[in-house]
């Protein structure tokens, strides 16, 4: 029962142009939405969230965007850089329910 | 300043012995939770604790796998009589206070190997 769907496993953008990178869910309860990063062999680290009372989220290069009618949000980098090859992680989280559902992830590549 | 500490980083076990994963959370941290993530494949809840309280273990397989988080020490996850579909990373993560917009902190996982 996959709550948190990224149904895109990979993703190859060229460098300096803008990621999207997409997510759906399923349960209307989730209160709260959080992009994590990450790199081989090591945790996943917080990039940025959203909160369902909002459908925009920005931070630098990154902006996440909610849709609840749709039940779908959406991670934006602009522009990408070489660094940002890595596996990004949905993640949504009810308010009354403590555990954080992840996505099965998305491997982004930075060409050159 | 260290953050989420979980060790070992690489754990090899043979089939019916015994793991035991060990996770100290970020200073001040009450609040642990343990994820599974198995080869291409996303992070999968396990069990969510307090300090000497299990608050949320529904990932949790019924058998063989417990976890605890005693009030002075790590956190463990003990795993008996592993089987190679045991095999996976496993990520611990802290948070302050455990509200429902606080982000998490992870460990750099410890990868179980069974032969």
């Known amino acids: 029962d996959q709550q948190v769907k990224q149904n895109s496993p990979s993703l190859s953008v060229q460098e300096g142009r803008i990621s999207i990178l997409n997510c759906d869910y399923t349960?209307?309860?989730?209160?709260?939405f959080l992009w994590y990063k990450k790199y081989p062999a090591e945790g996943p680290t917080f990039l940025i969230s959203i909160s369902s009372i909002k459908d925009k989220n920005e931070d630098g290069r990154f902006t996440v965007f909610l849709n609840k009618s749709a039940k779908h949000l959406s991670l934006h980098i602009v522009p990408s850089q070489p660094g940002d090859s890595a596996v990004y992680f949905c993640?949504?989280?009810?308010?009354?329910?403590?555990?954080?559902?992840f996505g099965k992830g998305t491997r982004l590549h930075i060409l050159p | 300043n260290a953050g989420v500490m979980q060790n070992p980083r690489h754990l090899v076990r043979r089939r019916g012995q015994e793991a035991r994963l060990r996770c100290s959370p970020m200073?001040?941290?009450?609040?642990v939770y343990w994820y599974r993530q198995l080869p291409e494949e996303g992070l999968k809840f396990m069990v969510y604790?307090?300090?000497?309280?299990?608050?949320?273990e529904s990932g949790m397989p019924k058998e063989r796998f417990s976890a605890e988080f005693p009030k002075e020490g790590p956190s463990i996850l003990r795993i008996q009589q592993v089987v190679r579909g045991d095999s996976a990373a496993y990520f611990c993560?802290?948070?302050?206070?455990?509200?429902?917009?606080?982000?998490?902190?992870f460990g750099s996982g410890t990868q179980l190997s069974v032969l």
């Open positions: 349960n209307s309860m989730f209160d709260y």
């Open positions: 604790l307090q300090k000497e309280n299990i608050i949320d």
């Open positions: 993560a802290s948070s302050l206070s455990g509200t429902a917009g606080e982000k998490l902190f």
């Open positions: 200073k001040g941290h009450s609040h």
């Open positions: 993640a949504a989280r009810g308010n009354r329910d403590d555990k954080i559902i």
